[in-house]
């Protein structure tokens, strides 16, 4: 089976920074897109930044400029850089993955638990 674990949530101040991380662990053969999602409370949840496999990389339009997503394929980790936080991005932030856990077999899509976030004003 896959596992992806996230780490690095936690409490800020707004203007702070964090460094999410999201490490898959398991049957792994290959992973394309990683990507991480945020659920605020009362709110559907949203992307808020995606990677392929190639590096290439997009952003949700409320944090252009302030993060920013990386990956480390040799570790099988996903990283989101946020900073200049505002309150507004508190929320439950997941990371997910497109991964192959052999040749014959297809994509899935995997979630971590997630992990919060919360910026004091």
């Known amino acids: 089976q896959v596992q992806l674990v996230e780490s690095g949530g936690g409490l800020v101040q707004a203007g702070g920074s964090l460094r999410l991380s999201c490490a898959a662990s398991?049957?792994?053969?290959?992973?394309?897109?990683m990507r991480w999602y945020r659920q605020a409370p009362g709110k559907q949840r949203e992307l808020v930044a995606i990677?392929?496999?190639?590096?290439?990389?997009d952003y949700a339009d409320s944090v252009k400029g302030r993060f920013t997503i990386s990956r480390d394929n040799a570790k099988n980790t996903v990283y989101l850089q946020m900073n200049s936080l505002k309150p507004e991005d508190t929320a439950v932030y997941y990371c997910?993955?497109?991964?192959?856990?052999?040749?014959?077999?297809?994509?899935?899509?995997?979630w971590g638990q997630g992990t919060q976030v919360t910026v004091s004003s």
């Open positions: 990677i392929t496999n190639g590096g290439t990389t």
């Open positions: 398991g049957r792994i053969f290959g992973i394309d897109a």
């Open positions: 997910a993955a497109s991964i192959r856990n052999s040749s014959r077999s297809s994509w899935g899509n995997y």
